[in-house]
Protein backbone atom coordinates (compact mmCIF):
# COMPACT_ATOMS: atom_id res chain seq x y z
CA UNK A 1 0.00 0.00 0.00
CA UNK A 2 1.08 3.51 -0.96
CA UNK A 3 0.52 7.10 0.35
CA UNK A 4 0.87 10.03 -1.58
CA UNK A 5 0.47 13.14 -0.56
CA UNK A 6 0.77 16.47 -2.87
CA UNK A 7 0.87 19.89 -1.90
CA UNK A 8 -2.19 21.71 -4.11
CA UNK A 9 0.23 23.78 -5.96
CA UNK A 10 1.93 20.73 -7.14
CA UNK A 11 -0.99 18.46 -8.11
CA UNK A 12 -0.33 18.71 -11.91
CA UNK A 13 3.23 17.41 -11.05
CA UNK A 14 2.31 14.17 -9.01
CA UNK A 15 3.18 11.88 -12.06
CA UNK A 16 6.49 13.65 -12.46
CA UNK A 17 7.26 13.53 -8.76
CA UNK A 18 5.97 10.06 -8.90
CA UNK A 19 8.28 8.96 -11.37
CA UNK A 20 11.45 10.01 -9.63
CA UNK A 21 10.84 8.08 -6.02
CA UNK A 22 9.58 5.14 -8.08
CA UNK A 23 13.18 4.70 -10.30
CA UNK A 24 14.92 7.07 -6.64
CA UNK A 25 17.95 4.69 -6.86
CA UNK A 26 18.53 5.14 -10.67
CA UNK A 27 17.80 8.75 -11.01
CA UNK A 28 18.75 12.35 -9.93
CA UNK A 29 21.82 13.47 -8.35
CA UNK A 30 23.12 13.21 -5.09
CA UNK A 31 22.98 16.24 -2.20
CA UNK A 32 23.96 13.96 0.94
CA UNK A 33 24.34 10.02 0.63
CA UNK A 34 24.69 9.37 4.62
CA UNK A 35 24.68 6.01 6.34
CA UNK A 36 20.77 6.40 7.57
CA UNK A 37 19.34 8.91 4.74
CA UNK A 38 19.92 9.90 1.28
CA UNK A 39 18.75 13.58 -0.41
CA UNK A 40 19.09 13.85 -4.55
CA UNK A 41 17.91 16.80 -6.27
CA UNK A 42 15.93 16.38 -9.82
CA UNK A 43 14.74 18.79 -12.30
CA UNK A 44 11.46 19.11 -12.04
CA UNK A 45 10.12 21.26 -15.14
CA UNK A 46 11.91 24.66 -14.67
CA UNK A 47 12.53 23.98 -10.65
CA UNK A 48 14.98 21.95 -9.19
CA UNK A 49 13.90 19.22 -5.95
CA UNK A 50 14.93 17.73 -3.35
CA UNK A 51 13.78 14.26 -1.97
CA UNK A 52 15.04 12.75 1.55
CA UNK A 53 14.84 8.95 1.33
CA UNK A 54 14.73 8.12 4.86
CA UNK A 55 16.55 4.76 6.09
CA UNK A 56 13.87 1.78 5.99
CA UNK A 57 13.05 1.64 9.72
CA UNK A 58 13.73 -2.00 11.68
CA UNK A 59 11.03 -4.44 12.33
CA UNK A 60 9.37 -2.36 15.74
CA UNK A 61 10.07 1.00 13.98
CA UNK A 62 7.98 -0.28 10.85
CA UNK A 63 5.27 -1.26 13.14
CA UNK A 64 5.33 2.34 15.23
CA UNK A 65 5.49 4.48 12.06
CA UNK A 66 2.17 2.51 11.04
CA UNK A 67 0.31 2.41 13.67
CA UNK A 68 1.12 4.91 16.42
CA UNK A 69 2.87 7.73 15.17
CA UNK A 70 3.27 9.72 11.99
CA UNK A 71 6.62 8.64 9.83
CA UNK A 72 9.19 11.02 9.43
CA UNK A 73 8.61 12.01 6.01
CA UNK A 74 5.18 13.06 6.88
CA UNK A 75 6.59 14.63 9.92
CA UNK A 76 8.91 16.73 7.65
CA UNK A 77 5.92 17.90 5.22
CA UNK A 78 3.70 18.66 8.29
CA UNK A 79 5.97 20.61 10.54
CA UNK A 80 6.80 22.64 7.26
CA UNK A 81 4.11 23.72 6.70
CA UNK A 82 3.81 24.89 10.07
CA UNK A 83 6.49 26.97 9.80
CA UNK A 84 5.66 28.75 6.44
CA UNK A 85 2.15 29.61 8.41
CA UNK A 86 4.43 31.02 11.06
CA UNK A 87 6.91 32.94 8.56
CA UNK A 88 9.96 30.96 9.59
CA UNK A 89 11.27 29.82 6.42
CA UNK A 90 11.86 26.48 5.51
CA UNK A 91 12.22 25.01 1.55
CA UNK A 92 8.90 24.70 0.62
CA UNK A 93 7.27 21.10 1.44
CA UNK A 94 5.85 19.71 -1.93
CA UNK A 95 4.67 16.04 -1.16
CA UNK A 96 5.25 13.22 1.02
CA UNK A 97 5.08 9.68 0.01
CA UNK A 98 5.01 6.22 2.20
CA UNK A 99 4.93 2.30 0.97
CA UNK A 100 3.38 -0.24 3.81
CA UNK A 101 3.41 -3.77 3.79
CA UNK A 102 0.89 -5.76 6.45
CA UNK A 103 3.26 -5.24 9.19
CA UNK A 104 4.57 -1.75 9.03
CA UNK A 105 6.65 1.05 6.62
CA UNK A 106 9.03 -0.06 4.53
CA UNK A 107 10.45 3.22 3.12
CA UNK A 108 9.03 6.82 2.80
CA UNK A 109 10.11 9.67 1.22
CA UNK A 110 10.04 13.59 1.57
CA UNK A 111 10.02 16.02 -1.41
CA UNK A 112 10.77 19.64 -1.14
CA UNK A 113 12.01 23.04 -2.98
CA UNK A 114 15.94 23.51 -3.24
CA UNK A 115 17.33 26.18 -2.00
CA UNK A 116 19.94 27.62 -3.32
CA UNK A 117 21.96 29.20 -0.05
CA UNK A 118 25.49 30.99 0.22
CA UNK A 119 26.38 29.00 3.43
CA UNK A 120 25.05 27.08 6.23
CA UNK A 121 25.53 27.57 10.07
CA UNK A 122 28.89 26.15 10.76
CA UNK A 123 30.16 28.79 8.75
CA UNK A 124 30.22 30.37 11.09
CA UNK A 125 31.78 28.63 13.87
CA UNK A 126 34.80 27.26 11.59
CA UNK A 127 35.91 30.58 10.72
CA UNK A 128 35.74 33.41 13.39
CA UNK A 129 36.79 35.51 10.43
CA UNK A 130 33.95 35.17 8.51
CA UNK A 131 32.53 38.08 6.80
CA UNK A 132 29.68 40.00 8.27
CA UNK A 133 30.05 37.32 11.13
CA UNK A 134 28.69 39.69 14.27
CA UNK A 135 25.89 40.78 12.05
CA UNK A 136 25.10 37.91 11.04
CA UNK A 137 24.94 35.88 14.57
CA UNK A 138 22.63 39.12 15.84
CA UNK A 139 20.36 38.41 13.38
CA UNK A 140 20.01 34.71 13.75
CA UNK A 141 19.48 35.71 17.67
CA UNK A 142 16.69 37.40 16.15
CA UNK A 143 15.14 33.69 14.04
CA UNK A 144 15.66 31.73 17.32
CA UNK A 145 13.50 34.27 19.50
CA UNK A 146 11.06 34.47 16.29
CA UNK A 147 10.95 30.46 16.11
CA UNK A 148 10.52 30.33 20.44
CA UNK A 149 7.89 33.13 20.69
CA UNK A 150 5.61 31.21 18.07
CA UNK A 151 6.52 27.85 20.05
CA UNK A 152 8.71 25.72 18.11
CA UNK A 153 10.79 23.25 20.06
CA UNK A 154 12.86 22.35 17.18
CA UNK A 155 15.16 19.28 18.80
CA UNK A 156 17.83 18.88 15.67
CA UNK A 157 18.78 22.25 16.12
CA UNK A 158 22.06 21.83 14.83
CA UNK A 159 24.68 24.05 12.81
CA UNK A 160 24.00 21.90 9.63
CA UNK A 161 20.66 22.56 10.14
CA UNK A 162 19.87 26.27 9.23
CA UNK A 163 20.95 27.41 5.69
CA UNK A 164 21.10 31.04 4.98
CA UNK A 165 21.16 32.92 2.03
CA UNK A 166 22.14 36.72 2.10
CA UNK A 167 20.10 39.08 0.72
CA UNK A 168 22.19 42.63 0.53
CA UNK A 169 22.57 43.24 4.68
CA UNK A 170 19.99 40.94 5.38
CA UNK A 171 20.65 37.09 5.92
CA UNK A 172 17.75 34.70 5.47
CA UNK A 173 17.46 31.34 7.58
CA UNK A 174 15.94 28.17 6.76
CA UNK A 175 15.16 25.12 8.56
CA UNK A 176 15.99 21.59 7.21
CA UNK A 177 16.06 18.50 8.43
CA UNK A 178 12.66 19.14 10.56
CA UNK A 179 11.07 15.83 11.60
CA UNK A 180 11.93 15.95 15.54
CA UNK A 181 10.22 19.28 16.63
CA UNK A 182 7.79 20.00 19.11
CA UNK A 183 5.45 22.89 19.50
CA UNK A 184 5.39 24.18 22.68
CA UNK A 185 5.57 26.90 25.20
CA UNK A 186 8.73 27.31 26.43
CA UNK A 187 10.56 29.45 29.58
CA UNK A 188 13.98 31.05 29.38
CA UNK A 189 15.93 27.98 30.52
CA UNK A 190 14.61 26.07 28.14
CA UNK A 191 14.42 28.28 25.23
CA UNK A 192 18.61 28.45 25.74
CA UNK A 193 18.63 24.44 26.26
CA UNK A 194 17.21 24.84 22.49
CA UNK A 195 20.53 26.65 21.39
CA UNK A 196 22.91 23.75 22.85
CA UNK A 197 23.45 21.93 20.00
CA UNK A 198 24.81 24.73 18.23
CA UNK A 199 28.30 24.34 19.21
CA UNK A 200 28.61 27.85 19.70
CA UNK A 201 32.26 30.12 21.24
CA UNK A 202 32.25 32.07 24.04
CA UNK A 203 31.81 34.90 21.75
CA UNK A 204 29.04 33.62 19.78
CA UNK A 205 27.35 32.76 22.96
CA UNK A 206 28.04 36.27 24.05
CA UNK A 207 26.67 38.07 20.58
CA UNK A 208 23.61 36.02 20.63
CA UNK A 209 22.88 36.13 24.17
CA UNK A 210 22.75 40.01 23.95
CA UNK A 211 20.64 40.68 20.93
CA UNK A 212 18.58 37.65 22.49
CA UNK A 213 17.97 39.59 25.77
CA UNK A 214 17.06 42.72 23.79
CA UNK A 215 14.23 40.94 21.92
CA UNK A 216 12.91 39.15 25.17
CA UNK A 217 13.23 41.96 27.64
CA UNK A 218 16.12 39.96 29.77
CA UNK A 219 19.44 40.92 31.53
CA UNK A 220 22.16 39.82 29.22
CA UNK A 221 24.01 37.71 32.39
CA UNK A 222 20.51 36.23 33.02
CA UNK A 223 20.75 34.83 29.29
CA UNK A 224 24.34 34.27 28.75
CA UNK A 225 24.82 32.58 31.88
CA UNK A 226 22.09 29.61 30.81
CA UNK A 227 23.13 29.47 27.03
CA UNK A 228 27.10 28.78 28.54
CA UNK A 229 25.63 26.14 31.04
CA UNK A 230 23.57 24.28 28.90
CA UNK A 231 26.27 24.47 25.40
CA UNK A 232 29.05 23.54 27.81
CA UNK A 233 27.09 20.49 29.36
CA UNK A 234 26.26 19.24 26.34
CA UNK A 235 29.77 19.79 24.44
CA UNK A 236 30.84 17.63 27.30
CA UNK A 237 28.31 15.31 27.25
CA UNK A 238 29.40 14.63 23.24
CA UNK A 239 33.47 14.97 24.02
CA UNK A 240 32.83 12.32 26.77
CA UNK A 241 31.39 10.01 23.91
CA UNK A 242 33.98 10.94 21.90
CA UNK A 243 36.54 9.63 24.48
CA UNK A 244 34.68 6.47 25.74
CA UNK A 245 34.67 5.70 22.01
CA UNK A 246 37.75 6.23 20.93
CA UNK A 247 39.09 4.05 24.40
CA UNK A 248 37.01 1.40 23.70
CA UNK A 249 38.31 0.57 19.56
CA UNK A 250 41.70 1.28 21.35
CA UNK A 251 41.06 -1.36 23.76
CA UNK A 252 39.42 -3.70 20.87
CA UNK A 253 42.19 -3.76 19.22
CA UNK A 254 44.72 -4.49 21.88
Known amino acids: MQTVHIHPKYQDKREAVLAFINDFQNQGEYVTKGERNVIKSFNLDDETINIKS ?80 RQILEQFAEFCFQL ?43 RMENLKRLWLSKLMIHIISKRYAELANKELHEVQNLLLKHSTAFKRKINRKKYLKKKYLKKKRV
Open 148 to 190: HEHDVNFLDHSPGNTLIVKRDQHYDFYLIDLNRMKFESMNLDQ
Open 54 to 133: FRVPKAFNSFIYKFVRPSKAKRSFEYAEKLLLNAIKTPFPIAYVENFSALGLKDSYYVSLHIDYDFDFRALIHDPLFENR
